[in-house]
């Protein structure tokens, strides 16, 4: 085992242990680009404090996008760049590890470490090694960001100049692609909300980079590639997919009849459509908007967080609890309640397993969002009448979510947050960012068996 | 089966087809209620439209306790009896249909109608009929109410003099024990906040009222009877109180702490104990309060939306989705995270039907309250930018919970609702009252034995 190269491993390592790898990993990362982003070289005036640097360097590294500083005008390009790496590592380390572990855990979840470590060196008839498997991966996601900057550059070219429009080209394609959502101009990209083009491709970024590598790889065989042109689409596929359309259509539909006299009345009816398509594209975890969102109508604030709660899909570079853990859960209490015994859909039954880690992972999403809502009330508020504060629970509750679902969407209260309460949100686009997966591996490891109990029911509702 | 007397057809009835039964029963009392609310005799000023004395009604028959009205002033002695009426056939009414169903349903949840009703009339080696059943449940909420009275009037009967003080007694003890939180004063128990035995004695007829009959019997059986001397009290029952017990310190050290420089400011240290543990026992499902719920923070506004959604426990007078529905999620959740294959607490297992029943009641009530928070945002404040209706999320937020919650706590702004934000606030209410239970129910019948499509995997978190 001595000759194995560096890289494998790594892969080892994290697949012997994921959870405390990824941890590590994050946390270096971050560490590292706090250190970069207080140099002098980093920003335009005087060098970032230590909560500031740590603020950014998380929410880049989370491919988050909430952000204390304006980063076109008061970061450097060098401080821009750095950005840009967290972002892109980020995003592609989230998508890495997340696929592994599927991969590996693939209806194989009480094998022990070695044993897994073997069978995915093997998985798929021997073909698919780990190494193959993140070749496959950043090949991906590299051609698909280079084929969205190249669109981007096409269209901005032409009215922001030949040499001008490459950096942001660039920039915007990997943000959208890793679901960051950072944008260099302040109002992110409401000066495109009419831009049928940009808007076009910042979409299919967006919804390819939050759809997960699973579902892309999956997609690709069964109809492009054509290696598997007979088999169907796993059940985690269909899901995802199902889940995400209805989530979008759905969205855009409910923004456009909330925000119709709202922020959307400015519009042209065609760009009403486009603006509510886009918002409900980016709100579930890409972060950009095109629409005010400081003057949205509290119903549309009220949905977004609902949104940005659920989040993409695993195994993506996107956020929240995920769409197939809330499809799952639909499944599970639709099924229930038309009568049958098991979640079923598509023809295929829903294992238990599936079921109690999406009850894990919504419970304790919960639970972590709620105590953060209430520590940042009392830290930013003070603990006084809700009648002397009124309008701050929405906008905090907002800010709280969109840190979790590692959304990046904001009221605008970002920069006006304490040092403690930057800290939080910090804190929480850490956990929001690996919490979920965690608790996914931590119940998806070997079960132990103890002596089992009777069963008994309890009465419910 | 001519011969069965009257009371015993209705309850074939009711086991029949009990969800429809139920929703049958509340309706039908609801409109007797609106009606008699309307007529002048009711109405101490103008008699009630129709709007008004609809939501009244379904306030008072679902225990809620929400109210457009001062029902001390407003109303005259004859209105005020309707209201006292309709809280005890309502309070009494769910009570008893959901003991009963419970009964019926434990342990042998697929049997067929007939076998179950034959079943049940001979439940616990033949001794235990409906009939006896029923009387046991009316006997012992009569005897803790009139207790409570008694304790009542001989507290407030030397200050309120000895013939003015039985009938808020009564009044109050009824309204305390059917957790319907309806009070004679404007206040609510804000001018007792500081007397321990008003607030012990509503405390206890709160917690009794909302521990449900089961757990009366099971407790009483077990510790006082002594008929079950030597067996453990059952799963349910042991959820039942640790949830209550958890809930109730929990919330009373949070009130304590996030009111202490707010509400409770004004109070001596010992009072400052008493309201926050009164305040706590109350909210998460009576709706009696000695704080003034429109001053507090914006943090404890929240954690009280929480425990409404929660709420009392099932089989009992209260709403919410109950506390053994979160229970066992937190249990089956926790379970899974230190490695167990199967949900276990107490040395028992939770049965997987429990779980999804869980589930389904969870995810069904989220969905409803979302839509009505929405809907009634649209309706309330008409859509416009949330700058310019601050504080009114939080407010209407709240007033929804409390109406599926079947609480009534409000932060004041109930008699403010459009006539159409009152419809849907009382729809909410008969929803909130009934839902949890028919789905529970609807979850509960004979599964449908089909194809068992293949088992597959998704990707969680
Ligand atoms: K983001
Ligand atoms: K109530």
Not at 10 to 36: E, K
Not at 276 to 303: D, H, Y
Not at 385 to 397: A, D, I, K, V
Request: proline share 3%; charged share 15%; aromatic share 8%.
């Amino acid at each position: 085992m001595d000759n194995t190269p560096m890289r494998t491993r790594l892969s080892v390592h994290l697949l012997r242990s994921p959870a405390r790898m990824s941890i590590l990993g994050f946390a270096l990362l971050i560490a590292v680009g706090t250190a970069l982003l207080m140099l002098p070289a980093s920003a335009a005036e005087s060098p970032l404090g230590v909560v500031d640097a740590l603020f950014m360097s998380t929410s880049a590294t989370c491919v988050t996008g909430l952000s204390v500083l304006d980063i076109g005008r008061q970061l450097t390009l060098f401080g821009q760049m750095v950005i840009l790496l967290l972002i892109q590592l980020g995003g592609l380390g989230i998508l890495t590890v997340s696929t592994l572990l599927f991969m590996m855990m693939k209806g194989r979840p009480t094998l022990s470490g070695q044993a897994i470590i073997k069978d995915t060196f093997t998985y798929g008839e021997g073909k698919q090694t780990v190494t193959s498997v993140l070749r496959a991966i950043f090949a991906t996601a590299f051609a698909i960001e280079a084929a969205g900057a190249l669109c981007l550059y096409l269209r901005t070219a032409p009215s922001e100049g030949w040499r001008q429009a490459a950096y942001p080209a660039v920039f915007h394609a990997v943000s959208a692609f890793c679901n960051a959502g950072f944008a260099l101009y302040r109002d992110s990209f409401v000066g495109y909300r009419e831009d049928w083009i940009v808007n076009g491709v910042l979409g299919v970024l967006i919804v390819i980079g939050g759809i997960g590598f699973v579902v892309i790889t999956d997609v690709k065989n069964r109809f492009i590639g054509g290696r598997d042109r007979l088999k169907r689409l796993s059940l985690h596929s269909r899901l995802a997919l199902t889940a995400s359309a209805i989530l979008i259509l759905l969205g855009a539909l409910a923004i456009l009849f909330m925000e119709w006299n709202n922020t959307l009345s400015t519009l042209s009816v065609p760009g009403r459509l486009l603006a509510a398509l886009f918002q409900s594209v980016s709100s579930r975890t890409a972060g950009f908007n095109t629409l005010n969102t400081g003057l949205m109508a509290n119903e549309t604030l009220f949905m977004l967080c609902i949104f940005m709660f659920i989040g993409a899909c695993p195994g993506s570079c996107g956020g929240g609890v995920k769409t197939t853990t809330i499809a799952g859960l639909s499944v599970a209490a639709i099924s229930r309640l038309r009568g049958f015994r098991r979640p079923q859909v598509f023809r295929r039954t829903l294992t238990e397993a599936s079921i109690s880690k999406a009850t894990s992972v919504v419970m304790m999403s919960a639970v972590v969002i709620t105590l953060t809502v209430m520590v940042l009330m009392v830290s930013e508020l003070g603990g006084i009448s809700h009648t002397r504060t009124q309008g701050r629970f929405l906008e905090l509750f907002f800010e709280t979510i969109s840190a979790f679902g590692t959304v990046g969407l904001s009221t605008g209260i970002t920069d006006t947050l304490t040092p403690f309460g930057r800290l939080t949100i910090a804190a929480l686009m850490f956990i929001g960012r690996l919490g979920p997966m965690v608790i996914g591996l931590a119940v998806s490891r070997e079960l132990i068996s103890r002596i089992q109990f009777a069963e008994e029911n309890i009465m419910i509702g």
